[in-house]
Every structure is written in C-alpha cells, then in structure tokens.
C-alpha cells in the first residue's frame, strides 16, 4: 500500500458527459501529479502541483481538462464534454520534494471508458 | 524524444539474474534514471533511481553507462512475484518520461 488514493477505480461514461476523479496524496508530500496510460503504453505526464500550485501542464492537457488542488492536499481531475479518445487509465501520484532524486508513490489509478 | 527505449518483453527462468536493457540517449546531465514496475491493473511501484554512479538496494541493482546513454537494471535472482512491466524513467525537470516498458515473464 502506497498511501496514495484515487476515486473511483472505474468509470464508465457516455460520450460528451463530464467526468471527475479524485486523488488523495501521502499525507505530508506537498508534490501531487497527474499522468494518463493508454492500453500498451507507459504513463504521459499531464500535469503537477507543488502544495495548491499547479506548476505546469502538459500540451496533453487539453482545454477540456482542469485539475484543482485548492487545499494543498487532495486534487481533483475534470474531464468536460469527454470524448472516446479520453479512455484511459488517470494516475495520481505524490512526493516529498520533487527533485530528480526523489520518489513518487503511485495510487491505483482510475480507469476511464467513455462508451 | 525525451522518452527511453526498452524491448518489449523478456523472458527470464526463476532463480536466474535478469538484465533489463534501457535506452535513453537525449539525457543531460541533471536527468535522474528512475526504474519503476507495473502489475495489471496497478500504479507503478518504484524500484531503483540513480545519476551516474552504479547503484544497489534490496530489490535490484542499476548499472548506468559511463556516458550515461544505456543503463540496465538486474534482478539478481528473479522470481514468479518478479513478473511484471518495467518502466525505464527520465526525470526531467520533477517530470517522469516513461518509455513503453518491457514485460518481463519469469517461466518457473
């Protein structure tokens, strides 16, 4: 158990509905990231936030994508208007200080189906 | 690119050292090598990181070339619980750029 937790596991959706998903970090890592895994592929960057910051965004990250940590702790994830081509699996993942030495702790992730 | 080359799968005999091969040519200087694995329908779970020098803990080991472009994990003695997708990282400026991973298969 990584201490990193992600709700819901599985979401089914219909297509041009909108979507959210939450992740609650390792309680004192003030780093919080988000990646995207296609079937097949490793995870993509999208997105990070340093406490309530969000620090970048990926050119993955479309416009109908806005992720919020307002309290520097858990983050949420929105999809608006999703699309087929947004199936996937969302990983949240958490560290300590976010330098290249440091660890992330993966949750389970959240596996997306838009129908 | 700045995302990593691995083959996409290998097959390896339990109790027998593995030898994971990267690629990750287009590294600078300041670019950690992390090395994480991935269960079905799982997070990655970290395995090993390093920058330049060789590095060992309880699980594997990391040997990264003297040019920094290759690197290869070594499990020394792998078994069944060992099966599962690496991922061969850079991490860039806090962000993780995975490859798309080998898939080990570990026969008993």
């Known amino acids: 158990d990584t201490g990193v937790s992600q709700d819901p596991r599985h979401k089914i959706t219909k297509r041009g509905q909108n979507v959210t998903f939450r992740c609650d970090p390792i309680?004192?890592?003030?780093?919080l990231y988000w990646y995207r895994q296609t079937l097949g592929q490793g995870p993509e960057f999208l997105t990070y936030?340093?406490?309530?910051?969000?620090?970048?965004k990926s050119r993955l990250l479309s416009d109908r994508f806005s992720a919020e940590r307002p309290k520097g702790s858990f983050s949420t994830l929105e999809i608006q208007r999703t699309e087929q081509g947004d199936s996937a699996m969302y990983l949240c993942?958490?560290?300590?200080?976010?330098?290249?030495?440091?660890?992330?702790?993966f949750g389970p992730g959240t596996r997306l189906t838009v129908l | 690119d700045a995302k990593t080359t691995q083959p996409n799968s290998m097959e390896s005999n339990e109790e027998e050292p593995v030898h994971l091969p990267c690629n990750h040519s287009?590294?600078?200087?300041?670019?950690?090598i992390h090395w994480y694995r991935q269960l079905p329908s799982q997070g990655p779970e970290y395995v090993i990181h390093?920058?330049?020098s060789n590095v060992n803990n309880r699980m594997a080991s990391l040997a990264i070339a003297e040019d920094r472009k290759s690197s290869t994990l070594i499990l020394h003695r792998a078994t069944l619980r060992d099966a599962a997708v690496y991922y061969c990282?850079?991490?860039?400026?806090?962000?993780?750029?995975f490859g798309s991973g080998t898939k080990l298969n570990v026969k008993p």
């Open positions: 993942a958490s560290s300590s200080r976010g330098t290249g030495a440091d660890t992330q702790y």
């Open positions: 309680s004192e890592h003030n780093r």
């Open positions: 936030f340093q406490n309530e910051a969000q620090l970048e």
């Open positions: 287009t590294i600078s200087g300041t670019d950690y």
């Open positions: 390093g920058l330049t």
């Open positions: 990282i850079r991490m860039n400026f806090n962000k993780f750029y």
